[in-house]
């Protein structure tokens, strides 16, 4: 085999791990920003937070000089003839390698003194649980909305209700190990017979003697508040609720039929089938349309009012404004900067550290060298944020006067091929950060959406036809409610071609009902 010598030129993107920190700070979310942040804060001892009196190095001041609009909002006005003219921001004005461009052959310089900062910030987590019936058990006794406001248990709130009923020590014990058995919603998922061969695998006996107790326990459990609790299914948590109604109000005609039509199979409940209920029922139709709206009241899940859910505040990582009245509107874009961190390089650590140079503080010199980058990377993600959104704003200026109903089509590519940057960059910064406008908080995605075909040969954006059908629906009759069909011929007469499919597809997005579900009995 003869050898021999060959000469090759190539090019290629060489992903530094500074590129591949940028890339993945860019992708996070306002929450998983900040617990990156503080992670790095435990981590690296010469990143700092900069103390308000401080002078700023990176992000908003501190202090009650506000910063130059150029460096954290970006003005987009109109011209005075109509044209729309591209906003100028301050990352505009020096474009800097983007991490999803990979287009560019070279990284970004990482080097300098980095020093940067910004005020971190997690959200806000918490809330109110929804209301919940009120307890007749005594007028000393709160009741379980109070309870749940104030983050109590289900579990806790039950063995409190527990404590009052005169039981054996085993009895108690069974009931306290129910409630303790049950899920998040109040239901009991698992059966008694298994409970009882958990507790006595190898004792046939015992597990006879334990199911007997639990069936006692259970029939104590659900005359528990809130009623329904210790459901094994749907269909008797909401019969334990309407039988306790109708020991209060035993004459109730509707009350007496919603128990009956609850007896017989849930899939003809969903699916409003009055004829075949009142035929197994043997109750009219007046009274069965009466129980399906009584039912349609209680509370499926019982136990969700004590769920102490940590709900995520969506905090904008952009703020539109708008600027100006009458014929002259404009809009100010502008990064939030209650989600934008104070970071900066530790003076007292980096000072020390070059004081003494030498051999045996090259980890020193990599950590402090990482706190540097990682300030550069966030400053960078919020720069191509402010960019991406500032160009959204001139695209879809209409939205901004006139509401979703004046969405223009646009897709990733536009924005991608106008800003210079990757499709890829485009789709990391859209997804999981926020915008604040006049007419709400919306993900950055929200002003993507595909082009229907109109009769005069234009296009309409989907999420501009998601907002017409949400307004045909919102105007309808709740005795005749809109059809699938009827919805598209009613976009046709608009001029936009939308296919029954189409309709159905932006019905289940927009979690709207079917129409049969939709009417009122």
């Known amino acids: 085999m003869k050898q021999g010598l060959s000469l090759r030129v190539s090019q290629h993107l060489a992903l530094t791990p500074q590129l591949q920190q940028s890339i993945r700070l860019l992708q996070l979310s306002t929450l998983e920003l900040g617990q990156e942040i503080q992670q790095m804060l435990d981590e690296n001892p010469f990143l700092d937070v900069q103390a308000d009196d401080t002078p700023d190095q990176f992000g908003p001041a501190a202090s009650d000089t506000p910063a130059p609009a150029s460096e954290a909002e970006a003005a987009y006005e109109p011209l005075a003839n109509g044209q729309d003219a591209a906003p100028v921001s301050a990352s505009e004005a020096e474009p800097s390698a983007d991490p999803g461009d990979f287009g560019d052959d070279a990284a970004p310089s990482w080097e300098g003194d980095g020093s940067t900062e910004t005020v971190a910030d997690d959200g806000e987590w918490g809330g109110e649980a929804p209301a919940a019936r009120r307890n007749d058990a005594g007028d000393g006794e709160v009741d379980a909305t109070e309870l749940a406001r104030g983050n109590e248990s289900l579990a806790s709130w039950l063995h409190r209700q527990a404590l009052s009923l005169r039981l054996d020590e085993v009895d108690r014990a069974a009931l306290r190990y129910l409630i303790e058995s049950l ?10 017979e298994s409970l009882a061969a958990g507790l006595a695998p190898a004792d046939p006996e015992q597990q006879e003697e334990l199911q007997h107790r639990f069936t006692v326990a259970l029939r104590l459990l ?11 299914s749907l269909a008797e948590c909401l019969l334990l609720q309407l039988r306790a109604m109708s020991e209060e109000t035993p004459d109730d005609t509707a009350c007496c039929a919603a128990i009956k039509v609850c007896q017989h199979p849930m899939d003809l409940l969903a699916k409003r089938d009055v004829k075949r209920l009142a035929a197994l029922t043997g109750e009219v139709e007046p009274n069965v349309k009466a129980a399906i709206g009584l039912i349609t009241r209680l509370e499926p899940k019982p136990g969700r009012r004590f769920v102490d859910v940590e709900r995520n505040i969506i905090v904008p990582d952009v703020l539109v404004t708008q600027v100006g009245r009458g014929g002259r509107v404009n809009f100010r874009v502008m990064l939030n900067p209650d989600v934008m961190p104070r970071l900066r390089v530790h003076d007292v650590y980096a000072g020390a550290l070059k004081a003494h140079k030498g051999e045996g503080h090259q980890a020193l010199q990599q950590r402090l060298q990482e706190a540097r980058w990682f300030i550069k990377n966030i400053q960078q993600r919020f720069d191509t944020i402010l960019r991406v ?11 901004f006067v006139h509401g979703a109903l004046a969405m223009r089509p646009l897709v990733l590519r536009e924005i991608a091929d106008e800003l210079g940057l990757h499709e890829s960059t485009i789709s990391r910064v859209t997804t999981a950060k926020y915008m604040s406008t006049p007419f709400g908080t919306f993900e950055l995605k929200y002003f993507f959406g595909s082009a229907l075909g109109t009769e005069t040969g234009g296009n309409a954006s989907s ?13 309808e009759s709740s005795k005749k ?26 019905r289940e997005a927009l979690r709207i009902a079917p129409a049969n579900l939709r009417k009122e009995l």
């Open 183 to 192: 899920n998040d919603d109040g239901y009991l998922e698992d059966s008694l």
């Open 389 to 399: 959104s500032t160009a959204i704003v001139e695209r879809q200026r209409n939205f």
């Open 463 to 475: 999420t501009a036809v998601r907002a017409l059908i949400r307004q045909f629906v919102t105007a």
């Open 222 to 232: 659900q005359r528990l508040d809130p009623p329904g609790v210790g459901a094994r």
């Open 481 to 506: 409610p809109l059809s699938d069909s009827q919805i598209s011929e009613m976009l046709k007469e608009q001029g936009i071609e939308c296919a029954r499919r189409t309709v159905a597809k932006y």
